[in-house]
């Protein structure tokens, strides 16, 4: 990694406090309606400086959590709360009818070059193409009390965007769904991992969020019966306003496995 792209991967002091005292305010720690602590305190409260806190504020009232008033002080609005998603997942059926149900706004259905996408590296591996090739993509946004909360993005061959018509994600449907109803569909392995990630320029200008605000990103890779890769999809879920629940068994909980041998 050369010094300008680490610099780049550094997230902004003012954005990690923002982000602290979100998680803070859906928590209840700053309760709706009461009053903030001095700049002073909060600066010492996170090791940083009062101008650092002072552009965190600016991004709080911006974004209607906070309040400020002249000789009174700084406020936690007593109305606005950011939305929290939940999304339980058992199985993939659960991922795509997340999708399915929600509302879902397309910003795009594209070919591009793979070297221009978000994931060259994955795409190479996935679906054995070169940069110089073209792979078929779709951008959707997840959208709450008409605010976008998170951005959906599909990665398919190119011949099979070619088989879905704009007009069927009008009606909301979800891309397995509009691709099961073209062609026969037999799903084989299908894999998911999450990892904590930075929202780029083109997340910022859909999400209408700051460069460089933490997501979750849960990227699932897809494959037919037969081996062949399908599609991988990017749900980039931002992180003060998503929750993901599993359920966990306990059931089949072996307590001998933790008595001395």
């Known amino acids: 990694m050369t010094v300008q792209q680490q610099q780049k991967s550094i997230v902004p002091l003012y954005v990690r406090v923002v982000t602290a005292m979100k998680q803070k305010i859906v928590a209840g720690q700053y309760e709706r309606g009461s009053k903030l602590a001095s700049e002073e305190n909060i600066a010492k409260e996170f090791g940083v400086s009062r101008i650092t806190i002072r552009q965190a504020f600016a991004q709080l009232e911006q974004d209607g959590l906070i309040t400020r008033q002249r000789g009174k002080g ?22 795509v009818q997340n999708v399915a149900d929600a509302k879902i706004n397309t910003i795009s259905m594209k070919k591009i070059r793979v070297g221009n996408s978000r994931n060259p590296r994955e795409i190479h591996e996935f679906f054995g193409l070169p940069n110089d090739d073209e792979i078929g993509q779709i951008l959707r946004t997840l959208t709450w009390d008409k605010t976008r909360l998170h951005l959906v993005e599909n990665y398919l061959p190119v011949e099979l965007l070619e088989k879905i018509p704009p007009k069927e994600f009008r009606q909301k449907k979800a891309v397995m769904r509009i691709l099961h109803n073209k062609i026969d569909i037999q799903l084989g392995k299908a894999e998911a991992f999450f990892e904590a990630t930075l929202a780029d320029q083109e ?22 019966a037969s081996g062949k890769p399908l599609q991988m999809v ?5 992180g003060d306003s998503y929750k993901l629940r599993f359920d966990i068994r306990t059931d089949n909980f072996d307590f001998s496995a933790f008595e001395d041998q």
Not at 74 to 93: M, R
Not at 234 to 238: D, I, S
């Open 234 to 238: 990017n749900y980039y879920l931002r």
């Open 74 to 95: 700084t406020f936690v609005t007593d109305t606005t709360i950011p939305v929290i998603l939940q999304s339980k997942l058992t199985n993939f059926q659960d991922m």
């Open 203 to 224: 997340i910022a200008d859909i999400l209408g969020c700051q460069v460089t605000e933490p997501f979750l990103c849960e990227r699932v890779f897809i494959r037919f």
